[in-house]
């Protein structure tokens, strides 16, 4: 079976990769250049596999005025007044329940799980080094409510999954010496010691160097991919002036989605939610981090990658629902590097120019992973903030899906039209 893959991001790679290995011939399509461009190249490195929490619930509710009021809140949403937008908030509003946010935390947890032992395999089935291991996560709170919420919400989670600690604040600090908060600024934080993180620009590039050593898989890189329609069916895309053809197409092209589903004559529910991140260097040994951690109230995370040459430390943050553009805002990048400089030792100068990146997301969090409604094409897309987490496992259920195979995790959770 010929299927073609839409977008070369760690979602469509990780698609490529389980496809080839069930045996298909698999080309892969992309407007850039080279793998892992979109927003798989800077994400923030984590493999967040229990803290899957969709974001709209009940709190985000309540929290909504400043949302849409406060120019310096890590959240920002800015009204925009077409259809699709509409739609997708209006969706989002109905998502804020309890028990949605609920059935999303459980669906969420199941693919998690999933992705983590996906990724196990394929990174050593192709040999792949992607700084990946298992840091531990630290999220640190420095409101005193913020954090009983989270004392709160880890007594209640405890014996429901992964072991998690509540530390008070020098508790923090002994454990994450590179955490430089001031003891009177810092109330406490929960400790999760499974979780992991990883390099996803660097599984991308690592993943697509053994794909591309296959003689049954081809990329098709530097053209964008329009659909070709044939009674209702895609039977093949244009790039570039050529067309490809191919069985059956998966679309992973991430915040691209969308307007390539409105190209097929349907809607996706997607919406970008723009990122921003830096990667800079400790400034010196013991600026190191041991952990990977968050800084709850200004939302932004901190990962320490170890490279051959040293340490450095993917910063992220900001999550801004301004439609599809791609521009760096400066007083949003600055949020995050003054943010950064707060509660780490870093050279600020060891990245002068931040990054930013569209988090392709959906109005409950869910990836959108399953048949959609043009005859030949197949969705995987959707992932939000979490595709990096969820890759494997939502191309595991992809192919899964696509071979009439038993999927390995409920598929309705996930399903177009849910
Ligand atoms: C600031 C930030 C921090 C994040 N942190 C984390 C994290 O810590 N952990 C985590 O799990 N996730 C995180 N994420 C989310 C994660 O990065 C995304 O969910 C994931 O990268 C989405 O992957 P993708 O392959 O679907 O999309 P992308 O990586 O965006 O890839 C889509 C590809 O489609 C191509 N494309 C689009 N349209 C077309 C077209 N018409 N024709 C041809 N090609 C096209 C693009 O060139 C691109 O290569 C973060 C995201 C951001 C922005």
Redesign the pocket.
Known sequence: MRVCV???????LATAWALSEAGCEVIV????TTVG????AG????L?YNFVAPFASPDTLRHLPALLFDKAAPVRIKPQFNLDFLRWNLAFLLACTSRKERETTVAQLALAALSRAELDIVEKTADLNFCRRVAGKLVVYRDSDSFAAARRQAEAQRGLGAEQMVLDGPECLRREPGLRIAPGLLRGGVYTPSEELGD?AAFCDGIAARLAQRNSVSFMMGG??APVLRDGNLVAVRANGTEIEADHFVL?????SA??ARACGFRLPIQPMK???FTFRPRDRSGELRHSVTDADRKI?FAPLDRPDGQVIRA?GIADLVGEDHRIHPNRLEAVRRGTADALDVDLDSDPTGWT????ATPDSRPIVGASPVPGLLLN?G????????ACGSARLAVQLLLGQEPSVPPAAFAFGR
């Open positions: 839409l977008g070369a991001g760690v979602v469509g399509a992309d407007a850039a461009q979109g927003a798989s994400n923030g490195a984590q967040s996803s964008r991919v992973c092209l991430g915040s691209g307007r390539f990122g921003y991140s995370v992220a990146g569209l988090r392709p897309t992932h939000g903030a979490l595709g990096w987490t969820l």
